[in-house]
C-alpha cells in the first residue's frame, strides 16, 4: 500500500502530449459542471436563477479554476512535467487566491460547503485528462459532453430558482416592527409612481399607471385585500405620446398622487398626473377630480373625470419626465397645495423655470379648486413630498441633483433657491455650474436638512402616537434609491437626528392607519405594512421599573405596596403604607379596568397620589404590565 502511494504521488503528469483544443474543451466544460453541480445537489438550486450579489463566488471559483486548467497544462508539457502532489498544491493555490478574499466581503452570502465541494471537483477533473492516454480521454470528453447535457435538462426541470427570504422584521432605535407585504396589482404596471391615501378604515390606491384600488383590511385586521375601481385613466393623451417613436421607451408617463375629497353627495377623488398635447407636442400637470365609486361588480361604467386646473405653460420636449412633482395636500377647506418640478429646465442650457413666476413649475401651488391658482413657493427642484402637519406647518421634501436632497419647512412667498443655491452637484462632476461654491443657500432660504449623498427623496408623513408613543409627533420620510424610511425627531424647526430604518423596498409613498400602523406604497406596486412587535417579556421589563419602589431592595424596606396579587385585592389596603385620602376614598377591589385608568393617568383617578408622576402612558406597555400582574 505504501509503495504504491508513493508510486501515485511521484507520477509525473504530461508523459503524452494533449491537443489545447481538446484540453481547452475540457476545462470549459468541467468549469461549467463545478459551478453548477455542487449548488443543485446540496442547495437544489440552478445557477442561472440566483440572483447577482450570490453569483460572484462562482464567478470567482471560475476564474481561479480557468487559471489552475492553464498553468497546470503548461506544467504538465513542459519537458519535466509536474508530478500529482505539486499539481494539487497548484490547484488549491489558485482557488485560494481567487476566492480567498469572498471572506472579508461584508454581508456577501455563499455556502461554505458547496465551495470546497467545487474545489475538490475541480481539482480533480482538472487533473484527470493528464492521467489517461489519448483514447480515454477521447471517451472522458464524450462523457462529460453528455453529461452536462443531461445535468442541464435536470437542472432546468427539476431545480429552482433561488427566492429571497421575505423579512417579517424592521429594526429601529425605539422599536421592532412586524412586515407584512401584500400584492395589490395582479399585473405590473408600465410605470413606477402612483400613491396612497386613507379612507374610512381603509384606503385608496392608485398606480402610475392609473389604475385605482380600494384597499381593506380583512376580518381579522391584519391583512389587506384589494378590490378595483371602476375608474378611467385620467392620463389624458398617453397612448398618443407613445404611439411616437421616441416616447414608447423609458418615459414615466404617469399618476403622481391621489386625495380624497369628502363632500356631502359622498367622497370626491382628486389625482394629479401629466397630460401630453399632441398638437403643441408639450407636456402639462393637471389635477382631475371624480365621484369615489364603489368596487368594480365588472357591470359598472367607469367614472369620468373632471380637470380642475392644469398647469402653464406646456413644456416642450425634451423634458426630464421624473422631475415632475406632482404632490397634492389640503391646506385649508376647497384649498389644495399641488407642487410641480422644474422637468429638467434647470437653468444650465435654457431659463430656470424655477425662478420665473409666470410659470408653474419649480413651484409649490396654491389651487382654489375653480381653475385658479397662486404661487406659495417657488425656487424647487422636484418636490417628491408634501405635508401640511398639524401645527399647520407645511413640510416639503424635494430632490437635489447628486445630493443635495432637502428637507424644507415652506413660508408662504419663499424662494428656496433652485438652480441657483444647492448642496448638490452636477452627474459625474464636483460641483454644480450655477452654484459652483455650494457652501450655503445664500440670500435664498436654507433647508431644515439636506441628504449628502441623496437618498431619492419621496413623500412624508407626521407620526402619531398610536402603536408608537415615543415617534408622536416626528417626520417619517420615504425614499427610492435607499429603500430606507428616515424618522426625523424635530426641536423646533431644527432636525435633532434622522434615524434610517432599513426597509429594502422603494417606497413612493406612505400613510398611518387609524391604529398606528405605518403602510407603505412601494414602487413594486405593493402595500407593506409596519406594526409594532410585541415583547412577549414586555411585561416582566416594564415592571422591572415598578421594582425600585414596590420590592425592597436589600434589607431596606418598600416605599411602596407589594403588587403581587394586586389583582383582586381592595384598594388601598396593604398596612404599613400612607396612601393619599384620595385613594383611600375609593371603595372597592382593583380590576383590570380600574389599574388601566390608574396607570394611565394616576392623578387623574386618584388627586394627591404619591404615584402622580409615575403613570405608564404608554397602551401596550400598559396593557403588558397588567397581563404581567395578573399572573402574580
Not at 450570490?54 to 476564474?63: D, E, G, H, I, Q
Request: charged content about 20%; some cysteine; proline content about 6%.
Amino acid at each position: 500500500m505504501i509503495n504504491i502511494f508513493r508510486l501515485l504521488v511521484g507520477c509525473r503528469l504530461g508523459r503524452q502530449r494533449l491537443s489545447p483544443l481538446a484540453y481547452a474543451t475540457w476545462s470549459i466544460f468541467s468549469c461549467f459542471l463545478l459551478i453548477t453541480l455542487p449548488v443543485f445537489l446540496y442547495q437544489g438550486l440552478v445557477l442561472w436563477g440566483l440572483p447577482l450579489q450570490r453569483l460572484l463566488p462562482f464567478y470567482m471559483l471560475s476564474v481561479g479554476y480557468l487559471l489552475y486548467a492553464v498553468l497546470l497544462y503548461v506544467f504538465a508539457q513542459s519537458k519535466r512535467g509536474i508530478t500529482i502532489h505539486l499539481a494539487i498544491v497548484l490547484g488549491i493555490v489558485c482557488f485560494v487566491v481567487s476566492i480567498g478574499g469572498l471572506y472579508f466581503v461584508a454581508e456577501l452570502e455563499f455556502s461554505r460547503l458547496v465551495l470546497i465541494s467545487s474545489i475538490i471537483l475541480g481539482l480533480v477533473l482538472a487533473i484527470t485528462p493528464l492521467l489517461c492516454n489519448a483514447g480515454l480521454f477521447r471517451l472522458l470528453r464524450v462523457i462529460l459532453l453528455l453529461l452536462v447535457v443531461v445535468l442541464v435538462f435536470w437542472m432546468s426541470s427539476r431545480g429552482e430558482r433561488y427566492e429571497e427570504e421575505a423579512v417579517d422584521r424592521v429594526n429601529s432605535a425605539l422599536y421592532v416592527m412586524d412586515r407584512a407585504d401584500f400584492p395589490v396589482v395582479p399585473t405590473k404596471p408600465d410605470v413606477q409612481g402612483g400613491g396612497l391615501v386613507a379612507q374610512g378604515d381603509g384606503f385608496i390606491a392608485v398606480t402610475g399607471d392609473g389604475e385605482f384600488y380600494r384597499l381593506d383590511w380583512s376580518v381579522p385586521g391584519d391583512e389587506l385585500v384589494a378590490a378595483r375601481l371602476p375608474l378611467d385613466s385620467p392620463l389624458e393623451g398617453r397612448e398618443a405620446f407613445y404611439a411616437r417613436d421616441k416616447g414608447r421607451v423609458g418615459f414615466p408617463f404617469r399618476v403622481t398622487d391621489l386625495l380624497v375629497q369628502p363632500t356631502t353627495g359622498g367622497d370626491q377623488l382628486l389625482v394629479a398626473h401629466q397630460i401630453w398635447n399632441p398638437d403643441e407636442k408639450c407636456f402639462t400637470l393637471g389635477v382631475s377630480r371624480a365621484a369615489l365609486p364603489e368596487a368594480d361588480d365588472g357591470d359598472m361604467e367607469l367614472r369620468q373625470w373632471t380637470r380642475i386646473y392644469e398647469t402653464q405653460p406646456c413644456v416642450e420636449l425634451p423634458i426630464d419626465p421624473v422631475e415632475t412633482g406632482g404632490r397634492l395636500a389640503w391646506l385649508s377647506p376647497g384649498r389644495l397645495l399641488m407642487t410641480t418640478g422644474d422637468h429638467g429646465k434647470d437653468g444650465r442650457n435654457e431659463p430656470a423655470l424655477s425662478q420665473d413666476l409666470s410659470a408653474d413649475y419649480g413651484k409649490v401651488l396654491v389651487l382654489d379648486l375653480h381653475g385658479t391658482a397662486d404661487v406659495f413657493t417657488s425656487g424647487h427642484r422636484n418636490p417628491q413630498g408634501l405635508l401640511v402637519d398639524a401645527a399647520g406647518q407645511i413640510w416639503v421634501t424635494e430632490h437635489g441633483p447628486a445630493g443635495g436632497d432637502e428637507i424644507n419647512r415652506l413660508d408662504e412667498g419663499g424662494n428656496y433657491g433652485w438652480p441657483l443655491a444647492t448642496y448638490g452637484t452636477w452627474y459625474g462632476q464636483r460641483t454644480w455650474p450655477l452654484n459652483p461654491d455650494g457652501k450655503n443657500h445664500g440670500e435664498f432660504i436654507e433647508p431644515v436638512h439636506a441628504f449628502v449623498p441623496g437618498i431619492a427623496i419621496s413623500n412624508l408623513i407626521q407620526l402619531g402616537g398610536a402603536q408608537f408613543p415615543r415617534w408622536e409627533g416626528d417626520l417619517l420620510i420615504a425614499t427610492l434609491k435607499s429603500e430606507t424610511l428616515f424618522r426625523l425627531r424635530l426641536h423646533g424647526n431644527r432636525v435633532v437626528y434622522a434615524e434610517p430604518i432599513f426597509v429594502g423596498e422603494r417606497v413612493r409613498d406612505l400613510v398611518q392607519a387609524k391604529d398606528g400602523r405605518i403602510v407603505l406604497w412601494t414602487d413594486d406596486e405593493e402595500v407593506t405594512v409596519l406594526s409594532r412587535r410585541m415583547n412577549p417579556n414586555a411585561g416582566r421589563e416594564v415592571y422591572s421599573q415598578c421594582q425600585r419602589c414596590h420590592e425592597p431592595v436589600g434589607s431596606a424596606q418598600a416605599i411602596a405596596p407589594s403588587l403581587h396579587g394586586v389583582l383582586g385585592r381592595r384598594i388601598a389596603s396593604v398596612p404599613g403604607f400612607d396612601y393619599s385620602p384620595a385613594l383611600r376614598s375609593i371603595k372597592g377591589n382593583w380590576d383590570v379596568q380600574m389599574l388601566d385608568a390608574f396607570l394611565d393617568n394616576p392623578s387623574a383617578f386618584a388627586p394627591g397620589t404619591a404615584m402622580a408622576a409615575y403613570g405608564v402612558p404608554d397602551d401596550a406597555d400598559r396593557a403588558a404590565l397588567i397581563r404581567y400582574l395578573e399572573t402574580q
